[in-house]
């Protein structure tokens, strides 16, 4: 008898443990951890020199000095995983020439945006609906 109901308490608390087991996994995978990073996106060599945080949205803008390239990449910090507008631009000023990625929905991230920008300003931006900026020219040189 007490092996008959030890067992049935054993069994009953295997499928208590069951039953909750679902409402803990859907929280761990609504996680909002972008698994993309600014490096990643534009590639080896590729060091940050500036970043900025907006609603929603981290932009950076990276430059590698073997290639002379700036890259502009915006990472979502909500939403992340659902598409929703986010972009990302850069210009050069001398000889001027803008790229922009976007202005459009994605699910993780806008860009990479580059130009070969040595001894020369960028201006850059970024953002979502909700937020966005454009910087005046910087980085000279």
């Known amino acids: 008898m007490h ?6 308490l054993a069994g009953a608390v295997a499928c208590a443990g069951l039953a909750f087991a679902p409402l803990t996994a859907p ?16 590639g080896s060599g590729f060091t940050e020199i500036n ?3 907006g609603k929603g949205y ?5 430059y590698s000095g073997r290639t002379g ?3 502009v990449v915006t990472l979502k910090t909500t939403k992340v995983g659902t598409p929703s507008y986010v972009y990302a631009a850069l210009a050069r000023q001398q ?11 994605y699910r993780y ?9 040595a001894g020369t300003c960028v201006r850059w931006g970024g953002g979502t ?4 900026f454009w910087t005046g020219w910087q980085h000279c040189g």
């Open 95 to 105: 000889p001027f020439d803008a790229v922009e990625d976007g202005r459009s929905t």
């Open 58 to 62: 981290v932009t950076h803008l990276m």
């Open 51 to 53: 970043k900025r945080s």
């Open 129 to 132: 609906h909700d937020d966005n």
């Open 27 to 42: 929280a761990a995978a609504a996680s909002t951890t972008n698994p993309y990073t600014a490096s990643g996106v534009c």
């Open 3 to 8: 092996t008959t109901l030890r067992t049935f």
């Open 69 to 71: 390239e700036n890259c």
């Open 109 to 117: 991230y806008a860009g990479p945006v580059k130009l070969k920008a």
